[in-house]
């Protein structure tokens, strides 16, 4: 059967080099990046720039738009440029493509300040909840508290891709990561990954059951993490819209007396 062809931006970042490895089988993957991707079809150019970047779109089947200045602490024009209008440049260009199906990469982070204003969820976050049958209320993606600029321009993508389905006729899917690591399990930096980790296994897994979504599926934002025994994000609409069935778990052993050098509020972002 023939592979689907799948352009990714931004693929020679983390998330993107998991993506190739774990998926590369299965579908025809084109990079678009600033740098060229080893080991696979590579098309160079700045998406802020859209004159530099459309050709790359033409006979894809689908694009994973990834590409983004991904720091927290990121100044306004680097997010401006990189972020908002090259999240717009992105989906026109599939749009002029002609490519009804877009997958774009949000954040756990749009609902940030949801965590510092909460006293179970940052206790999580902090590394003080050990007990895995502590009942914990998941949040569900219809809520939003960004915890900064970075956060911000995902939720413009997020409308945007709204705007897009409705007015053209596409179909996205947002998906608001965890945490990905290379290595795959190194998940004792921080406790906060214990929540928020998302395994190289699942990570493939709801990438390719948005790729072979149907073409109904217009439009949806999910959270993509494992089944972390204390994850505090709702999965089950992940679960009824792509039948993505996490089977990753970070655990939940935790070193009460260890120090941690930043808070996971000021954490890179994924």
């Known amino acids: 059967m023939k592979k689907l062809k799948v352009l990714v931006t931004g693929m020679c970042g983390k998330i993107g080099t998991v993506i190739g490895e774990t998926l590369s089988k299965e579908f025809e993957f084109t990079s678009l990046d600033l740098t060229t991707k080893q080991g696979f079809k590579s098309f160079t150019g700045d998406i802020s720039k859209i004159e530099e970047i459309q050709s790359a779109f033409e006979s894809q089947d689908a694009v994973i738009h990834l590409g ?8 306004w024009e680097s997010i401006l440029q990189n972020n908002i209008v090259g999240t717009r440049n992105v989906f026109e260009a599939s749009r002029i493509a002609g490519i009804k199906k877009v997958i774009f990469a949000t954040t756990n ?21 050990k007990e895995s049958n502590t009942k ?5 993606n219809d809520i939003s508290r960004p915890d900064c600029l970075y956060a911000v321009s995902k939720l413009f993508g997020e409308s945007l891709a709204s705007l897009y389905q409705d007015k053209y006729d596409m179909s996205f899917i ?9 290595p795959d399990r190194e998940v004792n930096d921080h406790p906060a990954k ?20 149907p ?27 792509i039948g993505y069935v996490p089977v990753d778990d970070a655990g939940i052993e935790i070193e009460s007396n260890q120090k941690y050098e930043k808070s996971y509020f000021k954490l890179a972002h994924p």
């Open 68 to 75: 983004a200045d991904p720091r927290g602490e990121a100044p």
């Open 109 to 129: 982070h749009v609902v940030g300040y949801l965590y510092q204003k909460n006293d179970l969820y940052k206790s999580i976050l902090e590394g003080k909840v």
């Open 136 to 140: 914990i209320p998941l949040i569900n």
């Open 174 to 182: 947002c998906i608001r990561f965890g945490g990905i690591q290379i």
């Open 194 to 213: 214990r929540a928020m980790w998302l395994s190289h296994n699942d990570l493939g897994q709801i990438i390719k059951s948005s790729l072979n979504a």
């Open 215 to 241: 073409s109904s599926l217009d439009y949806k934002i999910i959270y993509g993490i494992s089944n972390n025994r204390l994850k505090i994000h709702d999965l089950e609409s992940a679960k009824e819209s």
